[in-house]
Every structure is written in structure tokens, then in C-alpha cells.
T-cell receptor, first 114, second 113 residues
Framework: DTGVSQDPRHKITKRGQNVTFRCDPI?????LYWYRQTLGQGPEFLTY????????KSRLLSDRFSAERPKGSFSTLEIQRTEQGDSAMYLC????????????FGPGTRLTVL | QKEVEQDPGPLSVPEGAIVSLNCTYSNSAFQYFMWYRQYSRKGPELLMY????GNKEDGRFTAQVDKSSKYISLFIRDSQPSDSATYLCAMSSRGTGGFKTIFGAGTRLFVKA
């Protein structure tokens, strides 16, 4: 399968715990995005990378959130001291920076904070 | 006012009906227009991509863009129960920092057999 993959698909955690999600983009894609989606809403932009550089972060991304893409391939999104309001679907998408902008999404990681 | 407005539905139609889904937007800088289909608890899947005003057809799907009215549409012909999903419109503009993409809230579609 050459699409975008995400791991884990589901995560249940207790409030205050740290969680980390992984995204593997389409191999030739140099741009990688993270989004958050809550019920009844479209994806909301969190941050994106071009290669290993994090170029933009949304104000939605509080200081409890950090993302990395150390080698310009896979990316991780960590949430520290999780809160119940962090419960959402976390989506990763990738695209070519030189392309037309259409993004290809992974299956998402559904986070539930108890 | 949101940059992209999309009626959340739900929209319920009988099998075989023609479905019309719409979005309006306020930012005239948007140049690229997309429709994604999202099944429950899955990631969005790119359905249609258009760059300019006009129509683009792909099988049972037709995407229409009217930049002068800031209005885009997706038509589904001969709708099938398997088309039951949430349809998200998305719009992008290319700036100095790359593409900025904004998504609509999605319209839930139910196609009854």
C-alpha cells in the first residue's frame, strides 16, 4: 500500500497522560500536514512540514502539542498532559510542494481522553 | 463569517437520484477547489480537483466552480447507497508559505436503497 498510513488507529488515554501519533506519508511527497477533526466539522489545520522543516503552526496548536519530522519522511505528533478537549480524530495528509495542492489523507488516529 | 460555508445536512435521497452539494466561500484568493468523500471514522478521500471556473466530470461525479459567485458544487448522478458519506469541500490558495487549504464542515449524505 503506497498511501498515507497512521499509527495507532485508535488511542484511549486518561487525562494528563502523554500520547504520540505517527504518520508515514506517500514516499515521494515532501510536504506533510497535521489536522484535527471533531464531530460534524471539517479538518482544522494544525501544522505542516516541508521536508524536515516545520513551516507553519496554527494557533490551535498549544504548547502541549509538538510535532517533528526528523528525517523528512515520517512525522510524529505528541500531545502532553492530555485534556478531554483533545479528544478528536487526528489526520495526516501529504502532498508535493511543487504540485497542485491536492492533499492525500491517512486513515486518522482517533483519540479519546477519559 | 467562515471562509468556507457548507450546509451540514443531513441530505437524504432515494437511490438513483441526482445529488447536488454546494459550498460558498469568501476569499477570492482561492484558486484550487477540491471535494473529498469521508466515510464514518475514516480519513477523507480525494474525489475531484479543479483549478479554474467551469465543469469537470469524472464518471458519475461533476464538479462545478463559479469563481465570480464564489460558489462550488458537486453533482452525483445515479446515486448509490455506497455514496452515503460526508462530503467535504476544500479550497486552496498558493502563498509564500505554500498552499493554504480550508475545509468546509461537510455535508452528510444518505442514499436510501
Amino acid at each position: 500500500d503506497t498511501g498515507v498510513s497512521q499509527d495507532p488507529r485508535h488511542k484511549i488515554t486518561k487525562r494528563g497522560q502523554n500520547v504520540t501519533f505517527r504518520c508515514d506519508p506517500i514516499s515521494e511527497h515532501n510536504r506533510l500536514y497535521w489536522y484535527r477533526q471533531t464531530l460534524g466539522q471539517g479538518p482544522e489545520f494544525l501544522t505542516y512540514f516541508q521536508n524536515e522543516a516545520q513551516l507553519e503552526k496554527s494557533r490551535l496548536l498549544s504548547d502541549r502539542f509538538s510535532a517533528e519530522r526528523p528525517k523528512g519522511s515520517f512525522s510524529t505528533l505528541e500531545i502532553q498532559r492530555t485534556e478531554q478537549g483533545d479528544s478528536a480524530m487526528y489526520l495526516c495528509a501529504s502532498t508535493l510542494a511543487e504540485g497542485r495542492g491536492e492533499q492525500f489523507f491517512g486513515p486518522g488516529t482517533r483519540l479519546t481522553v477519559l | 463569517q467562515k471562509e468556507v460555508e457548507q450546509d451540514p445536512g443531513p441530505l437524504s435521497v432515494p437511490e438513483g437520484a441526482i445529488v447536488s452539494l454546494n459550498c460558498t466561500y469568501s476569499n477570492s484568493a482561492f484558486q484550487y477547489f477540491m471535494w473529498y468523500r469521508q466515510y464514518s471514522r475514516k480519513g477523507p478521500e480525494l474525489l475531484m480537483y479543479t483549478y479554474s471556473s467551469g465543469n469537470k466530470e469524472d464518471g458519475r461525479f461533476t464538479a462545478q466552480v463559479d469563481k465570480s459567485s464564489k460558489y462550488i458544487s458537486l453533482f452525483i448522478r445515479d446515486s448509490q447507497p455506497s455514496d452515503s458519506a460526508t462530503y467535504l469541500c476544500a479550497m486552496s490558495s498558493r502563498g509564500t508559505g505554500g498552499f493554504k487549504t480550508i475545509f468546509g464542515a461537510g455535508t452528510r449524505l444518505f442514499v436510501k436503497a
